[in-house]
């Protein structure tokens, strides 16, 4: 059985940075996409940035150049790594990846993880 594990949320003042991580346990064969998406009580849930396997990426207007996604291939786990935070980025934030094992593919969503930026 193949289940995300994330980490890293908690309080944190605006401007201030956070790095949340997202591991994935079981039989993996590859992770052929990564992605962090977040969500606020009343909205959709929306993505921040995502990675395919070939390394590119792409990410929300509101967090380009104060978010960086990355990966630890060795360990299955993806990184958000978040800078410059601001009130708005408060949300329950949830990875998400694209896997396949032996026998069948998998997309899965971490349990999420709160993020509150507040002075």
């Known amino acids: 059985q193949v289940q995300l594990v994330e980490s890293g949320g908690g309080l944190v003042q605006p401007g201030g940075s956070l790095r949340l991580s997202c591991a994935a346990s079981g039989s993996i064969f590859s992770i052929y996409a990564m992605g962090w998406y977040r969500q606020v009580p009343g909205k959709q849930r929306e993505l921040v940035a995502a990675m395919v396997s070939g390394g590119s990426t792409n990410y929300a207007d509101s967090v380009k150049g104060r978010f960086t996604i990355s990966r630890d291939n060795a360990k299955n786990t993806v990184y958000l790594q978040m800078n410059s935070l601001k009130p708005e980025d408060t949300a329950v934030y949830y990875c998400?990846?694209?896997?396949?094992?032996?026998?069948?593919?998998?997309?899965?969503w971490g349990q999420g993880t709160q993020v509150t930026v507040s002075s």
């Open positions: 998400n990846m694209g896997i396949t094992t032996m026998t069948s593919d998998y997309h899965l």
